[in-house]
């Protein structure tokens, strides 16, 4: 690379860039990106994966927080019409920008580790113009995406993730694929956006808060973590053990329980 164009990953970015080629081509293979696609890229670095999207002729916006690379990006890509750089923050980007129609958009980014679950929350949000998901992310953190009920890594992220999406654990990718290497292993993950929600809540914002509630002491039993929401006759009455812990339940059960919430809850609970 261009001396000019020469950057240090950054610790306060969780930066760590992927030059693993192998690795590369078969995160390119999973996405298979295609001519007439839109795609967003969060946080591209220095562009590794970026190249090969671009190869396939469709369209890519790009989402990049670190100005110092914002000039290597447009020093390598700016010259090709299907790309387009937005420099900011992914947290407080504005899908909306991008006109996608629903349904159309693919997301891909190798996620930063310190952002990765706000910024999945933040995607949730705009899961009607998503057409599918492929991030690279800690080995951890896809786990408890991919978790299902009965075990410590089923949780708040396992159950809002799959309420909205279809998980694939794909593959997974050692340390020394990155240069830093972090500290952890990564994996890569295929999230798809459920055409009709399998299990669709009367309010999904009183789903968030009982599970937020639930798990918040997840050691404890459903009757005790959900009592400033639910009375025991509640819990009950939306077909649920109060006596079980909240790792116990399915998604399903969760939805009950917060369309319990929702038949008997004044607007203040969403305050």
Same mark, same amino acid.
């Given at each position: *690379? ?21 690795? +590369? ?110 991030? *690279? ?21 396992? +159950? *809002? ?73 509640? +819990? ?36």
């Amino acid at each position: *690379m261009n001396e000019q164009y020469q950057h240090r990953a950054r610790k306060r970015f969780g930066q760590n860039f992927l030059h693993d080629a192998g690795v +590369i081509d078969r995160i390119l293979r999973a996405i298979r990106a295609r001519a007439g696609e839109r795609l967003l890229e969060i946080g591209p670095g220095q562009g590794a994966l970026t190249e090969g999207i671009l190869g396939s002729g469709a369209q890519l916006d790009v989402v990049e927080l670190d100005k110092d690379l914002v000039p290597i990006l447009s020093h390598k890509f700016g010259h090709l019409e299907n790309f387009n750089l937005h420099q900011g923050d992914a947290l407080k980007f504005d899908f909306g920008r991008l006109q996608a129609a629903p349904r159309t958009l693919r997301v891909v980014g190798n996620l930063p580790y310190n952002i990765s679950t706000p910024l999945i929350f933040h995607l949730l949000k705009n899961a009607s113009v998503i057409q599918d998901m492929h991030f *690279m992310l800690q080995k951890e953190v896809v786990e408890r995406m991919a978790a299902g009920p009965g075990g410590g890594d089923w949780g708040r992220l396992s +159950i *809002m993730v799959q309420y909205h999406c279809r998980v694939e654990h794909l593959f997974n990718v050692g340390p020394g694929a990155f240069n830093p290497p972090p500290k952890v292993d990564s994996a890569i993950v295929r999230l798809v956006p459920h055409e009709t929600l399998p299990y669709p809540a009367k309010d999904h914002r009183l789903l968030e808060r009982v599970v937020r509630e639930a798990f918040n002491q997840r050691r404890k039993t459903l009757r005790n973590t959900l009592k400033a929401l639910l009375d025991a006759p509640a +819990i009950e009455a939306a077909g649920v053990d109060g006596s079980l812990r909240p790792e116990q339940l399915d998604l399903a059960a969760f939805v009950r329980l917060a369309d319990q919430l929702f038949e008997q809850a004044p607007p203040s609970v969403l305050d």
